[in-house]
């Protein structure tokens, strides 16, 4: 009897840790406003399984408007203007498109919609980026929000202007 106790004890744990959302790897980013802007926030970049959850919060935009936001290849905010971190993250040599749609770099993030007070708030899953390993591994890189909506066509940035702040991906 005690080791059938024993037995529905650990299936009980077993069905309790199955429904607790599996993550693994985190990193982060603490983005700042690049010279002359506004723009800051915060980003986590969580693995669970195959996928990334990207979420954040960046104030200090334009209100009511779409601003491009990229993960670029080089993790160096040095420059002022965002310019040092490089291009945008594209380990596979893909052409610049929309993230979620079709052939794109790895460092193409959906564009964040800045609320009435200028503060975009985001939640999303990409299957292009990973945290802690692989060619595709985020840590290391830079982030940027940028000016103006990525029109997803322009090669190879998406015509989405200058760089409104930048952050480096750390391993949390």
């Known amino acids: 009897m005690r080791a059938f106790r024993v037995l529905v004890a650990l299936g009980g744990l077993a069905l309790v840790s ?16 690049t010279t002359g802007n506004t723009a800051s926030g915060n980003i986590e970049f969580v693995q669970v399984g195959d996928k990334v959850r990207v979420s954040g919060a960046v104030s200090g935009l334009k209100p009511n408007a779409e601003h491009g936001f990229h993960v ?15 291009g945008h993250f594209n380990p596979a040599g893909s052409a610049h498109g929309q993230h979620g749609a079709g052939v794109h770099h790895a460092g193409d993030l959906p564009s964040l919609k800045a609320d009435a007070s200028g503060t975009a708030r985001f939640s999303f899953e990409t299957t292009a980026l990973r945290v802690g390993d692989g060619a595709n591994d985020v840590v290391g890189k830079g982030v940027i929000v940028h000016r103006d909506p990525d029109d997803y066509k322009t090669q190879p940035t998406g015509n989405s202007g200058p760089r409104l702040s930048c952050g480096v991906v750390v391993r949390t």
């Not at 670029?72 to 971190?85: I, L, Q, R, V």
């Open 18 to 33: 199955g429904c607790a959302t599996p993550t693994g790897p985190s990193a982060a980013a603490r983005l700042n406003a």
């Open 72 to 86: 670029h290849e080089k993790g160096d905010c040095s420059s002022g203007d965002g310019m040092s971190t490089g």
